[in-house]
Every structure is written in structure tokens, then in C-alpha cells.
T-cell receptor, first 109, second 113 residues
Framework: EDQVTQSPEALRLQEGESSSLNCSYTVSGLRGLFWYRQDPGKGPEFLFT???AGEEKEKERLKATLTKKESFLHITAPKPEDSATYLC??????????FGTGTRLKVLA | DADVTQTPRNRITKTGKRIMLECSQT?????MYWYRQDPGLGLRLIYYSFDVKDINKGEISDGYSVSRQAQAKFSLSLESAIPNQTALYFCATPHPGDGNTIYFGEGSWLTVV
């Protein structure tokens, strides 16, 4: 059964304090691993899609990496506006998207 | 994004009432999804559809039904709402230029009292 586990559940950082969020997954035939950002009461906002181990993608202060068992979302020198919940999801050939429970990030000024 | 529109955005309904949440998308993709979000439980898949005649149950379909009226429209119904169906509901569909990534609507807050 496809499964996604995210850690930590919550993270508090000082502004400028870099850190990483983890997404561990098990899936039969990975077709894609996805990172989303979600603000309270809003729909998830797409950040990255990763397809194969070794792949990396960057956007502003965020960098996503992928191995055969996990993905990391690295946040470099975060700002208060980076505060949000970050969601990880995977899909296989069935096109069912399975989500983790997310990491709630709070960046303090 | 995939221009996903959900209506209503907020609804309060009484236990036992029938309620329908509607989703429409403007990009013409075949696949559409309904998810439910509860605090601490993440996004859970209710139903998904690959086209008008292909509808599949997700992990929490009990108490829900769906209708794919057209390629662009996918509705979620609660035939007899109960309080533990109070949640935030999201519709999603891929962008035509990126068929593997799904994009979400803004969500429908449903409160069952």
C-alpha cells in the first residue's frame, strides 16, 4: 500500500535559520513526488514535482531533492512569509495521489 | 493552475440534510478528484474520475457519492449529512501541460450541525 510520512509535524525557525523537511514514502512504481504549500483555509499551492532519484528542483528559498525512499524540502534563510503547512504526495501508475499529513512551519521574525 | 472552481465556498447544513458540492474546471482534463481535509489527518481521497464513465472510490468513500455530469464538472454529494463530515473539501485536476501534477481549487468549508 502506498504511504507517505512527513516529519517533523511542526517546526519553528528563526528568520534566516535554514532547515529541512522530510517526506518518506513507499509506493509501487513512483510516477511522481509532489510538494505543495498550504496556507490556512486555502487550497494547496503546487511547488515541485520530482520524478526520479537524484533529481533536484529549486524555487527562491526552497529546494526539493529526491532519493529512492525519501524527499527533502530544504528551506534556506527562511522569512516569516514562508510560514505555512508543507504537504508531500506521491502517485503511481494508478494516478491515485496519496498525501502525508504535512509539516507546519512557523518562521519567527 | 488548472482553473478549478468550487461552489459553495462555505456551507452550514443540518444533520440528515442532502448537500452537494460542485467542482468545475476550465482546462478540459479528463481526471478529477475529491479530497477531504481534517486537522492532523491530511488530505484523504474520497472519489476520483478518469472520465465521464470512469469513477472510482478512494480511501474514504462511505457516506459520499459523486456525479461526473460532463468532462468539466464533478460533483460530490452527502446524501444524509452527519456532524463528522464537517471538514474542508477540495477538488483537484491536472493541468493539461503537466498531466502528472494535480492542482487544487480553493476548497469548500462544510459544517454539519
Amino acid at each position: 500500500e502506498d504511504q507517505v510520512t512527513q516529519s517533523p509535524e511542526a517546526l519553528r525557525l528563526q528568520e534566516g535559520e535554514s532547515s529541512s523537511l522530510n517526506c518518506s514514502y513507499t509506493v509501487s512504481g513512483l510516477r511522481g513526488l509532489f510538494w505543495y504549500r498550504q496556507d490556512p483555509g486555502k487550497g494547496p499551492e503546487f511547488l515541485f514535482t520530482l520524478y526520479s532519484a537524484g533529481e533536484e528542483k529549486e524555487k527562491e528559498r526552497l529546494k526539493a531533492t529526491l532519493t529512492k525512499k525519501e524527499s527533502f524540502l530544504h528551506i534556506t534563510a527562511p522569512k516569516p512569509e514562508d510560514s505555512a503547512t508543507y504537504l508531500c504526495a506521491v502517485t503511481s501508475g494508478t494516478y491515485k495521489y496519496i498525501f502525508g499529513t504535512g509539516t507546519r512551519l512557523k518562521v519567527l521574525a | 493552475d488548472a482553473d478549478v472552481t468550487q461552489t459553495p465556498r462555505n456551507r452550514i447544513t443540518k444533520t440528515g440534510k442532502r448537500i452537494m458540492l460542485e467542482c468545475s474546471q476550465t482546462k478540459g482534463h479528463d481526471r478529477m478528484y475529491w479530497y477531504r481535509q481534517d486537522p492532523g489527518l491530511g488530505l484523504r481521497l474520497i472519489y476520483y474520475s478518469f472520465d465521464v464513465k470512469d469513477i472510482n472510490k478512494g480511501e474514504i468513500s462511505d457516506g459520499y457519492s459523486v456525479s461526473r455530469q460532463a468532462q468539466a464538472k464533478f460533483s460530490l454529494s452527502l446524501e444524509s449529512a452527519i456532524p463528522n463530515q464537517t471538514a474542508l473539501y477540495f477538488c483537484a485536476t491536472p493541468h493539461p501541460g503537466d498531466g502528472n501534477t494535480i492542482y487544487f481549487g480553493e476548497g469548500s468549508w462544510l459544517t454539519v450541525v
